[in-house]
Nanobody, 115 residues
Framework: QVQLVESGGGLVQPGGSLRLSCAASGIIFSRFTMGWYRQAPGQQRELVATINSAGATNYADSVKDRFTISRDNTKNTVYLQMNSLKPQDTALYYC?????????WGQGTQVTVSS
């Protein structure tokens, strides 16, 4: 059974930082492209960042230079370090694992940026 379990969300003030984690089980983690997506109320889910099996990364323009995605294949975990957070970063953040035609999603972790 495949599980993606996100953690690390919460309430943070503008300019603050959070680190999200996503622990995967039931997959050959090192083969998968891992990603973070987010969905704000009333909006579509959007890509935040991805990291492929070779470690190559891709970011949405809105988070470049503020967010960093990384992975630890020994722990089957992907991370999202979020710095200089803005109110517009408020959303439910989802972890994604993709390989060929296979795609899995976590349940999401809420990030709220507010003073």
């Amino acid at each position: 059974q495949v599980q993606l379990v996100e953690s690390g969300g919460g309430l943070v003030q503008p300019g603050g930082s959070l680190r999200l984690s996503c622990a995967a089980s039931g997959i050959i983690f090192s083969r998968f492209t891992m990603g973070w997506y987010r969905q704000a109320p009333g909006q579509q889910r959007e890509l935040v960042a991805t990291i492929n099996s070779a470690g190559a990364t891709n970011y949405a323009d809105s988070v470049k230079d503020r967010f960093t995605i990384s992975r630890d294949n020994t722990k089957n975990t992907v991370y999202l370090q979020m710095n200089s957070l803005k109110p517009q970063d408020t959303a439910l953040y989802y972890c994604n694992a993709g390989f060929l035609y296979t795609n899995y999603w976590g349940q999401g972790t809420q990030v709220t940026v507010s003073s």
